[in-house]
């Protein structure tokens, strides 16, 4: 899918979290070039983009460095600290799109941090193996995690519905170098995908090679289908295979979460993993569209 590239100057990077888990987040890109079929973002970041399809934009905020290092500080003086609770990388976007690699803006920004000195948690979420080339920026920070969503080990199926991100073999080295290096990682599992996913196997090997790579923590999200994300991808899925678009229609009810939680909460049992705020998160816990 070819993507337009917006270059923009933004009014504000650095803005208050409604994710669980985040104070603050820095989004230095509106729009995502992964394009991934089930993403709740499509839906939060395309009101500048009315009627143009996921994937197809982005929007690089040039002055995003800038801004962030005039915006933390002011909160420096607002709260006499350099401790705002935690920064998440990104809620709107991927912060290592393909289009990092060229802007370079994710880095930029994080460089910013480390040179302010920020002493409070920075959280990075990716799904890119290009973010291995930021870990001499991340060796300057006080505490960082960093985050890689994982659906699945079958780089097909992360093709099928993560169409333009890199494929999970090269995620799962990403854990890993990053990982020998010292830097603390966990795994978003999330969505759990229907149909793909959902069995006790399948899970347990996920988590085995998730181990493997060095994580220590996971967190675990339920599909969050509401009208606008379940149109997008089950016209998606209708034309594609009609026995995965049942299963995916099957998972939007209460009594197959239920189900779906005590099979992971089996799978987790007796493992030195650490569940993520320690549930399993629903459409229920994340921001609302204001």
Not at 225 to 252: G, M, P, Q
């Amino acid at each position: 899918m070819l993507t337009k590239i917006n270059e923009i100057q933004a009014k504000s990077v650095l803005t208050k979290s409604g994710l669980p888990g985040s104070d603050f987040v820095v989004n230095p890109y509106n729009g995502c070039q992964f394009a991934c079929m089930y993403c709740y973002a499509a839906q939060i970041a395309r009101w500048k983009h009315p009627g143009e399809e996921w994937g197809s934009f982005l929007d690089v905020k040039l002055n995003a460095p800038e801004l962030l290092k005039a915006e933390l500080e002011k909160l420096e003086k607002k709260f006499k600290s350099k401790n705002f609770g935690t920064i998440f990388f990104s809620s709107v976007t991927d912060p290592y799109t393909g289009m990092e690699a060229k802007y370079q803006l994710t880095r930029k920004c994080l460089e910013v941090l480390a040179d302010f000195g920020y002493e409070g948690e920075i959280s990075v979420q990716t799904k890119s193996g290009l973010i291995t080339k930021d870990i001499n920026v991340f060796k300057r920070l006080k505490k960082v995690l960093v985050g890689f969503t994982v659906t699945t080990l079958d780089d097909k199926v992360s093709r099928f519905l993560e169409v333009e991100a890199p494929p999970v073999s090269a995620r799962i080295e990403a854990i890993k170098k990053l990982n020998e290096n010292g830097i603390s990682t966990y795994a978003f599992i999330g969505p759990v995908l229907p149909y793909f996913i959902k069995s006790k196997n399948k899970i347990n090997k996920l988590l085995d090679e998730l181990q493997k790579a060095g994580v220590k923590e996971v967190w675990f999200e339920h599909i969050h289908l509401n009208t606008a994300v379940k149109a997008r991808l089950f016209n998606y899925l209708k034309s594609e295979d009609l026995k995965i678009l049942e299963e995916f229609e099957r998972s939007d009810n209460a009594e197959y979460r239920e189900d779906l939680e005590k099979v992971i909460y089996e799978c987790l049992e007796g493992r030195k993993l650490k569940l993520g705020l320690g549930k399993i998160l629903y459409h229920k816990d994340l921001p609302k569209k204001k």
